[in-house]
C-alpha cells in the first residue's frame, strides 16, 4: 500500500501494481471489470445511482478499481473507474465525504459545486441532490459514507441537545491546513489500524468504533455547517429558566400531549415568545424536540428488543403508524421495523 500526496496532505492511496485492498481490511470487489459489472458494484456498496461513462478507455490508463470497507458507522471505498465517468445518486440518506488520490472530479451538491481534487475532499448532505457529472479516468476517491444517526448523535452530543433536521454541510473541504488536515490524520489512523492485522481495531469491537466516531465527530468539528456558530461559541448563553421548567417536563414525560398552550402555560410565557426561545436555544420548534425526543426513546425501545413498533408507537404518543415510520427513517436512516429485524 502505497501513500499519495494530497496538496501537503498524505494519505494512503491505490498505487500501479500495489497489494490487495485486503491489508487495509478492504475487500477488493472489482479490478478491471466491465462497466456494468463495476456500476452494479458500486451501487451494491453504496447508494443506488445512475453511473454511466462519458468517455473511452485509452491504452496504458490504470485499471478500474473497487475496493470497500463497512463498519459500523461508516463504509469505506477505494474507487477508480479508469475511465471519464458521471455518477448521480441523487440525494444519498447519508452523510458522506470523498477524499481524492489522484485526478479531479467535478461534484455537485444542491447548489453547491467544487472541483475536488488532491487536497481538497467533498463534503455532501443528506436530502440535497448530489451528483458527480465529471469523474476523470484517471481519478481514484476515498469514499466514506457516514450513518446519519451517528453523525448527528455526535452534535448532539457536543451541543446538549437534539438537532431537528439533518445538518447541511459546506462542501469543500481544504484537507492541507487547519482543521482540515487534523480531520485527515484522524482518517489516516482509522486505516492504518485496519491495515494491521494485528491491531487493536481488529481485536476490540469498542476501539474500532472509538476511531470511527472520532472521524465522524472530527468531521462535526472540522468542517463549516448550519451548528457550527453554535458549537465554537463558548459564550452561549444558559437556557432561560422557562425554556429548561418546559424541556425537563417534556423529558419526563414525553409520551403526554403537549399542545403549545400547556407548553406555555408552564413556562409562563405567550405560545409565541416560547417558540422563538427554543429556536434561538435550541434550533427548533417546541414540537419539533418533543418529536425529537419521542423518536429516541422509541429508538431505545427498538434497540433494546421491544415486542413490536405499534407497541413502541404507541408508548411513546405516535397515534399514526405509518407517520412514525416516516419520521423514524428521517432521524435514523431505517425504518423502525429494519432495527428491530436488525437487533433481533
Given amino acids: 500500500m502505497h501513500t499519495m500526496d494530497t ?12 497489494r490487495p485492498a485486503a491489508r487495509l481490511g478492504f475487500r477488493e470487489l472489482c479490478r478491471v471489470a466491465p462497466f456494468d459489472v463495476f456500476r452494479d458494484q458500486l451501487n451494491e456498496v453504496f447508494y443506488p445511482a445512475r453511473v454511466a461513462p462519458t468517455g473511452q478507455a485509452e491504452q496504458g490508463l490504470r485499471p478500474s ?15 477508480r473507474f479508469g475511465v471519464d465517468a458521471s455518477v448521480d445518486p441523487g440525494a444519498l440518506g447519508s452523510y458522506h465525504v470523498n477524499i481524492p488520490f489522484s485526478g479531479r472530479v467535478v461534484t455537485q451538491c444542491g447548489p453547491q459545486q467544487m472541483l475536488a ?5 467533498a463534503v455532501f448532505t443528506p436530502r440535497e441532490h448530489t451528483v458527480l457529472p465529471g469523474w ?20 448532539e452530543a457536543l451541543l446538549g441537545h437534539p438537532v431537528g433536521s439533518w445538518i447541511r454541510f459546506a462542501i469543500d473541504l ?3 491546513q487547519g482543521p482540515g488536515k487534523s480531520w485527515l490524520a484522524a482518517v489516516r489512523l482509522l486505516l492504518s489500524e485496519l491495515e494491521d492485522p494485528d491491531s487493536l481495531v481488529h481485536r476490540s469491537d469498542r476501539h474500532r468504533e472509538y476511531l470511527e466516531r472520532m472521524v465522524v465527530g472530527g468531521l462535526v468539528l472540522a468542517q463549516h455547517h448550519d451548528y457550527e456558530d453554535e458549537l465554537r461559541d463558548p ?3 444558559a437556557r432561560p429558566r422557562t425554556i429548561k421548567r418546559v424541556v425537563d417536563a417534556i423529558e419526563a414525560a414525553p409520551e403526554k400531549p403537549w399542545p403549545l398552550s400547556d407548553m406555555a402555560r408552564l413556562a409562563e410565557v405567550s405560545g409565541r415568545r416560547l417558540q422563538q426561545g427554543f429556536r434561538e436555544h435550541l434550533g427548533m420548534t ?9 423518536l429516541d426513546r422509541a429508538h431505545g425501545d427498538l434497540v433494546a428488543g421491544a415486542s413490536s413498533v405499534a407497541e413502541v408507537a404507541n408508548r411513546w ?3 399514526n403508524l405509518g407517520r412514525f415510520a416516516s419520521a423514524y427513517r428521517e432521524r435514523f436512516g431505517e425504518a423502525p421495523s429494519e432495527t428491530l429485524r436488525r437487533i433481533r
Fill in 7 to 18: 496538496g501537503g496532505a498524505r494519505v494512503p492511496g491505490p498505487e500501479p501494481g500495489d
Fill in 65 to 79: 478499481r473497487l475496493s470497500a470497507s463497512r463498519l459500523e458507522h461508516l463504509t469505506l471505498g477505494l474507487v
Fill in 117 to 121: 481534487v488532491p487536497g481538497r475532499a
Fill in 136 to 155: 476523470s479516468a484517471d481519478a481514484a476517491q476515498l469514499c466514506i459514507k457516514i450513518s446519519r444517526r451517528t453523525l448527528e448523535q455526535e452534535l
Fill in 174 to 176: 481544504d484537507l492541507t
Fill in 235 to 237: 459564550r452561549v448563553p
Fill in 286 to 294: 417546541p414540537s419539533v424536540y418533543v418529536r425529537a425526543v419521542r
Fill in 317 to 319: 404518543g405516535f397515534v
